[in-house]
């Protein structure tokens, strides 16, 4: 009997992995990987986070001890996505309360870009893959049959594909032709922002770019001025997604009180880097009136989103969970694939 084959969305993105299966189940860890520091032995480690590979010249950690460890940061470059780090990710998301299945469709991005490298990449994922956590006796294989789109993408699916992995518009439409929709997606993530405008389901390469740009310069800038006007203090013992929540619900405090000016402080950072982003969005789109549809995705739709729809009110925040729109269309198109 051949194994049935499961399909998955997965978004690696620069600050968490999110994966989403066909059973509606979803994981998410932090995007770090890498080998462990040195010093550290199997007790000192969950054995759940230490990840063998065939292929591995190393050991990787993956996920919350890795984020502990402060090892692996992904800095979004070519070498990246080409490294064993990257590929223990995509696998460690894979498994299932340290169980895999054997055998995935699975649908994964890229940034624009880099979308140089999909065959590549697509090369190196698909296959049987031998793992193993740290406190198993045996291996176990995955074999993937990976497809990699565009980084945007996902979130353009669940507009056109449903949950079934059907079109909800005409089949023609999705091809790369004149008769195609036509669609545009903001994906406003961590580290970086791409823009994508798309036929059917296929990237349109003369009206995509990719900013360096995201939530993360949002935490940077707000942080940058907290200091100069509080000192260190206020935000030292802050991470990142801690100073960005208070920032956004209004809840930073100093000595029991309110911060003064953290409203005004957010607000400046949001809309500066909204401003960068509006500027590649108008030179790729202009008016963007030709668009079926207008969509953004990722944390940053959350900061950036109401100042982008001043200038672009057709523009709208995928759904009330902009963080895995695109596993979760991924995921989608991965049914697509399997019919």
Not at 174 to 197: H, K, M, P, V, Y
Not at 247 to 252: A, F, G, K
Request: glycine fraction near 8%; include cysteine.
């Amino acid at each position: 009997m051949s194994a049935i084959i499961q399909p998955v969305g997965e978004d690696v993105g620069y600050s968490h992995t999110k994966v989403c299966f066909a059973d509606g189940a979803v994981i998410t860890l932090p995007s770090l990987a890498g080998a462990p520091p040195a010093g550290l032995g199997l007790t000192d480690i969950h054995s759940t986070d230490l990840l063998y590979h065939m292929t591995f010249p190393y050991d990787l950690l993956v996920g919350r001890y890795a984020y502990a460890q402060k090892v692996g940061s992904p800095n979004i470059s070519a070498d990246w996505f080409k490294s064993q780090e990257y590929l223990a990710l995509v696998l460690a998301g894979l498994d299932r309360n340290n169980s895999f299945h054997n055998s995935f469709r699975l649908v994964t991005g890229l940034p624009v870009d880099h979308l140089a490298l999909r065959g590549e990449l697509e090369q190196r994922l698909t296959g049987t893959h031998q793992v193993q956590w740290a406190h198993q006796q045996e291996p176990q294989y995955v074999a993937i049959e990976a497809r990699v789109v565009s980084q945007g993408v996902g979130a353009l699916a669940l507009r056109l594909i449903d949950v079934d992995g059907n079109p909800t518009v005409p089949a023609a439409q999705l091809r790369n032709d004149e008769r195609a929709i036509q669609s545009a997606c903001a994906d406003l993530g961590a580290g970086t922002s791409c823009l994508i405008s798309t036929r059917g389901l296929h990237s349109v390469q003369s009206e995509c770019r990719s900013l360096p740009i995201g939530a993360w310069t949002v935490e940077r800038l707000a942080r940058r001025e907290l200091t100069t006007r509080y000192g260190e203090g206020l935000t030292r013992m802050l991470p990142r997604h801690e100073l960005l929540y208070r920032l956004r619900s209004n809840t930073l405090t100093r000595y029991g009180e309110p911060v003064e000016g953290a409203a005004e402080i957010f607000e400046t950072a949001c809309r500066s880097v909204a401003n960068e982003i509006l500027h590649a969005m108008t030179s790729l789109w202009g008016e963007a009136s030709h668009f079926d549809h207008l969509l953004m995705c990722g944390g940053g739709a959350l900061l950036m989103g109401p100042y982008l729809q001043e200038t672009y009110p057709a523009l709208q925040v995928i759904d009330d969970n902009p963080v895995t729109a695109n596993a979760r269309g991924y995921l989608r198109l991965a049914k697509l694939l399997l019919k």
